[in-house]
């Protein structure tokens, strides 16, 4: 059995579309080198999208550290992925994020200022995840 442990660091926003409310963002995570997930996509809910992003975190690191020779025994093969930290407190940062981003984007829209003044708000919001 291989363990994996995983850091989450930072989340942050690359790009902002006002028109179509697309929001590209990025996930910068650790398993001995740092990777990023990037994601775009209109925020709906932000708590299921931070669920999500958390399965797929998983899923990719299963994927990238998968081994595949059974030399030493059936369990070998079995990646088990270890993410520092409290899972339910990473998913609630994560949760907050999304959800301030699109709380700038509903404030925005009533204050009804231009595309450029919303993408330059929302564009390049980050937050630590450590």
Do not use: C, W
């Not at 550290?65 to 409290?86: A, F, N, W, Y």
């Not at 959800?99 to 708000?121: C, F, P």
Request: aromatic share 6%.
């Amino acid at each position: 059995m291989k363990a994996v442990d995983v850091t989450l660091k930072r989340a942050e926003v690359l790009k902002f579309d006002a028109r179509t409310g697309e929001v590209e963002f990025r996930i910068i995570i650790n398993d001995g080198k740092d990777k990023a997930i990037q994601r775009s996509q209109i925020i709906e809910d932000s708590e299921q999208l931070a669920k999500d992003m958390f399965q797929e975190i998983r899923k990719k690191m299963k994927e990238l550290h998968k081994s595949s020779s059974l030399e030493d025994g059936p369990l070998e093969t079995i990646t088990m992925v270890r993410i520092q930290g409290d899972e339910e407190v990473l998913i609630e940062r994560l949760t907050k994020f999304f959800g301030s981003i699109r709380e700038k984007m509903k404030n925005a829209k009533m204050k009804k200022l231009s595309y450029y003044d919303i993408e330059r708000s929302i564009g390049g919001l980050k937050t630590d995840l450590t």
